[in-house]
Nanobody
């Protein structure tokens, strides 16, 4: 099992960049696909990006394609979300989660972090 812990959230101006990190405990990290989800106030949680256990396959929501990049370093048990050209609509709590396969579906992710707040001002 893994226990994801997110960090790197904060306040940033529109057009700026932010890098989120998700550290996972244990030595089974490399066996899991990892995903990022986000939830804005009053809205449903939505898929952002996912990466396979090997890092060779990545997936993105249309809303972040070309602006965000997911990556992982299995030697450090860490997955990253590089966010560029941020928009106010990117404001949300961002969650890191682990699954046995890369997918856009929340229900396929077994382990979830506590979330980190990202606020983009206009």
């Amino acid at each position: 099992q893994v226990q994801p812990v997110e960090s790197g959230g904060g306040l940033v101006q529109a057009g700026g960049s932010l890098r989120l990190s998700c550290a996972a405990s244990g030595r089974t990290f490399s066996n899991y696909a990892m995903g990022w989800f986000r939830q804005a106030p009053g809205k449903e949680r939505e898929f952002v990006a996912a990466i396979s256990w090997s890092g060779r396959n990545t997936y993105y929501a249309d809303s972040v394609k070309g602006r965000f990049a997911i990556s992982r370093d299995n030697t450090k048990n860490t997955v990253y979300l590089q966010m560029n050209s941020l928009k106010p609509e990117d404001t949300a709590v961002y969650y890191c989660a682990a699954s046995n396969a890369p997918t856009m579906k929340e229900g396929d992710y077994r382990y979830w972090g506590q979330g980190t707040q990202v606020t983009v001002s206009s």
